[in-house]
């Protein structure tokens, strides 16, 4: 059964820094686009990153550009979500889909796009 995995959450102070990942049972992550998403508490569910399929390009929403970086390892069937200089309105549930139209279009942010989720991973930034 193809399985999205999350893993690399916790508690973290304001400025500091976390590496999520996005691992793939039963299927190939490098043939498909992922995205990140994450839903805070009485918040909708936000697309904060996306890397395609084939030239691995990249998009993020503004409130994260500069911090965030999305990387594959296709050897490891994974995907990345490096967070540095982390803020308190980081604070989310944090998601990773996969779109097997493979290409992060300006759309990338549709979760309606994606036909696999992972369940989740919890990220606090708290002093």
């Known amino acids: 059964q193809e399985q999205l995995v999350e893993s690399g959450g916790g508690l973290v102070q304001p400025g500091g820094s976390l590496r999520l990942s996005c691992a793939a049972t039963q299927f190939i992550l490098d043939y498909y686009a992922i995205g990140w998403f994450r839903q805070a508490p009485g918040k909708e569910r936000e697309g904060v990153s996306c890397i395609s399929r084939s030239d691995s390009s990249t998009r993020y929403v503004d409130s994260v550009k500069g911090r965030f970086t999305i990387s594959r390892d296709k050897a490891k069937n994974t995907v990345y979500l490096q967070m540095n200089s982390l803020e308190p309105d980081d604070t989310a549930i944090y998601y990773c889909?996969?779109?097997?139209?493979?290409?992060?279009?300006?759309?990338?942010?549709?979760?309606?796009?994606?036909?696999?989720w992972g369940q989740g991973t919890q990220v606090t930034v708290s002093s």
């Open positions: 889909a996969a779109d097997p139209a493979g290409f992060c279009s300006g759309n990338y942010y549709n979760s309606q796009l994606y036909h696999y």
